[in-house]
């Protein structure tokens, strides 16, 4: 944020800067509300956080929308994580999603983030402390995609977000605090292949692509205070092949790509987020590590795969990386899921590649209802 805010702001937002594995650390400093990048199922954060191709459940509202306009039937799913478990402090992540299907218009999804930050110490511009207060960030929306054909779908998401960092009406450096609010709009298309034969086994090709959150900046003081969307542009493929002729034994491998499209001009003001969008695509000086970053070190990688047998059990792996001069996360994840008639479960796990990563060990479970 910029140098007007004071220690009473810096408190909560130094916990954002520790907060999301879907986004750089470097690039944080940029942007509000990085919560929204959180991979929020257990199923794709056990495959290196690689999931916009896959979009085959209620969090494709997260994923890719698109993936919505492929799916029947109806679906709940609940996640829950400890957030930075090293540090043993008071912080945790829940989402919640749902699809639901109407005969004639589709798949409708909607979600529920909620980011609980903790208890902060207040203190005023001398240090000294005058109490505590509670931070958190909230978002909601829904989602909507149709099939262009029997291959190729659009969808789209709006959401509301709602950003409670200090309270309301303090004090920041003579300027009155207030909540942060903005919308995000997602906008995404899905391709999937008709299924074909590798050597007598089925196998299918998929394409997607995610632009999330675009919408207007976050304010918490003055205008000149404001901070972008944490746009995010992601695209990737996935190959799901049987492993048998029967079908019990079946393999994905799937892979994102995905990139912060966010700017702030010369003098440290956000830009229009379509501006941004043609703004980002060229090196960027990251102020926090006095390092020029190209467009190749923008790229965050994620790859991963999923082994499932008989549509009952599953076992995951993957691998995130991010250059070591825009966030250095690089991590292994792995995860493994259960399905019993209309219930399901799934947990996920970081394994970081650094010593007292602050997203070391971090555990992520999903129940799931489908009906």
């Given at each position: 944020m910029h140098s007007k805010k004071n220690y009473i702001y810096s408190i909560a937002l130094a916990a954002l800067l520790l907060l999301a594995p879907g986004i750089s650390y470097s690039q944080v400093a940029i942007t509000a509300v990085p919560f929204l990048q959180i991979e929020p199922d257990s199923r794709s954060a056990g495959m290196g956080n690689a999931g916009v191709a896959l979009a085959d459940n209620a969090s494709a509202v997260f994923w890719n929308p698109a993936g919505l306009a492929f799916q029947e039937g109806h679906e709940f799913s609940l996640t829950h994580s400890s957030w930075l478990p090293e540090f043993d402090v008071d912080m945790?992540?829940?989402?919640?999603?749902?699809r639901y299907y109407v005969e004639g218009i589709g798949s409708i999804g909607g979600h529920i983030t909620y980011l609980n930050l903790g208890e902060q110490v207040r203190t005023d511009e001398?240090?000294?402390?005058?109490g505590t207060f509670s931070s958190y960030d909230l978002a909601f929306g829904l989602s909507y995609a149709f099939k262009l054909n029997d291959n190729f779908s659009l969808g789209t998401g709006l959401r509301y977000v709602y950003s409670n960092l200090v309270p309301?009406?303090?004090?920041?450096?003579?300027?009155?605090?207030?909540?942060?609010?903005?919308?995000?709009?997602?906008?995404?298309?899905l391709y999937r292949s008709n299924e074909f034969?590798?050597?007598?086994?089925?196998a299918q090709v998929r394409a997607g692509m995610n632009l999330s959150n675009l919408g207007p900046s976050i304010q918490y003081t003055d205008e000149e205070q404001k901070d972008p969307m944490p746009t995010l542009l992601r695209v990737g493929w996935a190959y799901k092949m049987d492993i048998d002729s029967d079908g019990f034994n079946t393999i994905t491998i799937t892979n994102?790509?995905?990139?912060?499209m966010a700017r702030n001009d010369e003098d440290g003001i956000a830009m229009n987020p379509i501006e941004a969008l043609f703004n980002s695509w060229d090196t960027w000086?990251?102020?926090?590590?006095?390092v020029d970053v190209p467009l190749s070190e923008q790229i965050m990688i994620g790859v991963g795969a999923e082994y499932w047998y008989d549509n009952l059990f599953a076992l995951r792996a993957g691998y995130f990386y991010e250059s070591p001069n825009n966030g250095d996360r690089e991590f292994l994840t792995f995860g493994a899921g259960l399905r019993y008639n209309m219930f399901?479960?799934?947990f996920s796990y970081i394994y970081t590649l650094e010593e007292q990563h602050p997203l070391a060990n971090t555990l992520r479970f999903t129940a799931l209802l489908s009906f």
């Amino acid at each position: 944020m910029h140098s007007k805010k004071n220690y009473i702001y810096s408190i909560a937002l130094a916990a954002l800067l520790l907060l999301a594995p879907g986004i750089s650390y470097s690039q944080v400093a940029i942007t509000a509300v990085p919560f929204l990048q959180i991979e929020p199922d257990s199923r794709s954060a056990g495959m290196g956080n690689a999931g916009v191709a896959l979009a085959d459940n209620a969090s494709a509202v997260f994923w890719n929308p698109a993936g919505l306009a492929f799916q029947e039937g109806h679906e709940f799913s609940l996640t829950h994580s400890s957030w930075l478990p090293e540090f043993d402090v008071d912080m945790f992540y829940n989402y919640v999603s749902g699809r639901y299907y109407v005969e004639g218009i589709g798949s409708i999804g909607g979600h529920i983030t909620y980011l609980n930050l903790g208890e902060q110490v207040r203190t005023d511009e001398t240090g000294q402390e005058l109490g505590t207060f509670s931070s958190y960030d909230l978002a909601f929306g829904l989602s909507y995609a149709f099939k262009l054909n029997d291959n190729f779908s659009l969808g789209t998401g709006l959401r509301y977000v709602y950003s409670n960092l200090v309270p309301e009406g303090t004090d920041v450096s003579g300027q009155t605090a207030q909540n942060g609010t903005s919308i995000g709009l997602d906008l995404a298309a899905l391709y999937r292949s008709n299924e074909f034969s590798v050597g007598n086994r089925a196998a299918q090709v998929r394409a997607g692509m995610n632009l999330s959150n675009l919408g207007p900046s976050i304010q918490y003081t003055d205008e000149e205070q404001k901070d972008p969307m944490p746009t995010l542009l992601r695209v990737g493929w996935a190959y799901k092949m049987d492993i048998d002729s029967d079908g019990f034994n079946t393999i994905t491998i799937t892979n994102d790509f995905s990139k912060i499209m966010a700017r702030n001009d010369e003098d440290g003001i956000a830009m229009n987020p379509i501006e941004a969008l043609f703004n980002s695509w060229d090196t960027w000086h990251n102020s926090l590590d006095n390092v020029d970053v190209p467009l190749s070190e923008q790229i965050m990688i994620g790859v991963g795969a999923e082994y499932w047998y008989d549509n009952l059990f599953a076992l995951r792996a993957g691998y995130f990386y991010e250059s070591p001069n825009n966030g250095d996360r690089e991590f292994l994840t792995f995860g493994a899921g259960l399905r019993y008639n209309m219930f399901g479960v799934d947990f996920s796990y970081i394994y970081t590649l650094e010593e007292q990563h602050p997203l070391a060990n971090t555990l992520r479970f999903t129940a799931l209802l489908s009906f």
